[in-house]
């Protein structure tokens, strides 16, 4: 069974005054098997942003079933909700907004422990130093040391931010990794180490990866199979060599043509 099944997505928003409402999802369905990525890739405004929400269910579809394990987590209930979530995490584009500005990196990267109570049979110092460790033990799987414990988010770069988001991502020990545009923030040198940290992460973790990129390079670099997206449709999906090198939509072949250079291995051009 793939650990992330999705069908028939439909998600509407009100149109403008007197227009009908305008499906900014439409029809999309796709697996996602077990340590594998996913890339979803289409210029802006085609719904990938969306498709990720419906995923983890921070926006309700109007039709369509999504399954995390076999769960269908449309019908479940809060308690289950909240299990099946802390299995999936989500990092978005802009490493400056996600952060809260008035907490240090330890309160950050730590608080979705607090949040799912994570050691709470534990009590006083011994909470916090068991809570300690575990913070400690996922900066150093991003690249980040003690020494960011106590700091704000404004005294790190913007590679290091994202390395604090997917910190925080990570703590839980999640199965599924939403990235939404993740680099595309990030100037070119920068966003290459964080692609080439995001592998090695998914390797070591065996994490699975909805990646979603306008970027063709990066999905190629990235992905196993790939959606395209365009207008809240799938104009095509399939292995990443197929989609890359074969590509059957003008849509599609669109894209492959904006981009500058084509890598021709599977190296990213960043
Ligand atoms: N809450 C919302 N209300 C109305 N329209 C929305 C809302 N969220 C997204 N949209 C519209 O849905 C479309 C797809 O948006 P989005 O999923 O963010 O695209 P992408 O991530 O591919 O850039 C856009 O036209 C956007 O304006
Ligand atoms: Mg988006």
Redesign the pocket.
Known sequence: MALVEVDHLVKS??GRSSRAP?R??DDVSFRIERGQTLGVV??????????A?LLLRL?EPDSGAIRLDGHDLRAASNHELRRLRRRMQIVFQDPYAALNPRMRVEEIVGEPLAIYREGAQSSGNNLREARRAQILETLATVGLDASALARYPHEFSGGQRQRINLARALILRPELVVL??PVSALDVSVSAQIMHLLRELQRELHLTYLF?T?SMPLVRYMADEILV?HR?RVVEQGGWRLICEHPQSEYTQALLAATPELPTSTQPVL
């Open positions: 928003y009100a305008k900014v999802v289409g210029e802006s405004g085609s719904g990938k942003s969306t498709v929400r926006i939404d545009e979603i306008h997206m809240g």
